[in-house]
């Protein structure tokens, strides 16, 4: 399996603009999740999902901020519009089924730099 | 009480030392503690993990202690070598909603 796929790998754009990071989890796992990393932050949980409903969306920091996963094999986290605050590392990760509890998988990133 | 606190925020080790990176928790309801290793441009991967009911479990050269009555658990990197410099995160999840709180974790740097 190819592990989680995020794309694209690095984003620039300017303040006010929209963004849309994607991400494919491994086939077969039930749960995803979008991190946000930065250096002040670490690691937060914004949002996740299983078997493609939204589960707890509490750490989306607001509305600017939406996450969809339409089908088992995609999900897509956009802003709009973009401020230069939002620059981080966003991760997806995936996760088999609850029998793999705090077992996340993860992707390699989108490294997002707001202009 | 979601919260996973973690120190050091960096550690400098000579090699063959033994890191030590602490975690605490205050929510009781975790009954899951993973520990996640970071390399530069790459995404955190599970590295090792404990559940509450046992105080000691070891892979390799990684150890974790976990100390329930205080509510702190740690990573003990027994002769640590420069390959082992990445950031670790300690981290905590519930088995009733499945998502893991992360602490904000530490830069390991094993000087050769």
Known sequence: DAGVIQSPRHEVTEMGQEVTLRCKPISGHDYLFWYRQTMMRGLELLIYFNNNVPIDDSGMPEDRFSAKMPN???STLKIQPSEPRDSAVYFCASNPSSGRQGEAFFGQGTRLTVV | QQQVKQSPQSLIVQKGG????NCAYENTAFD????YQ???GK????LIAIRPDVSEKKEGRFTISFNKSAKQFSLHIMDSQPGDSATYFCAASMNRDDKIIFGKGTRLHILP
């Open chain 2, 32 to 35: 899951y503690f993973p520990w």
């Open chain 2, 38 to 40: 970071q390399f530069p």
């Open chain 2, 18 to 21: 033994i890191p030590i990176i």
């Open chain 1, 72 to 74: 088992a094999s995609f």
């Open chain 2, 43 to 46: 995404g955190p991967a599970l």
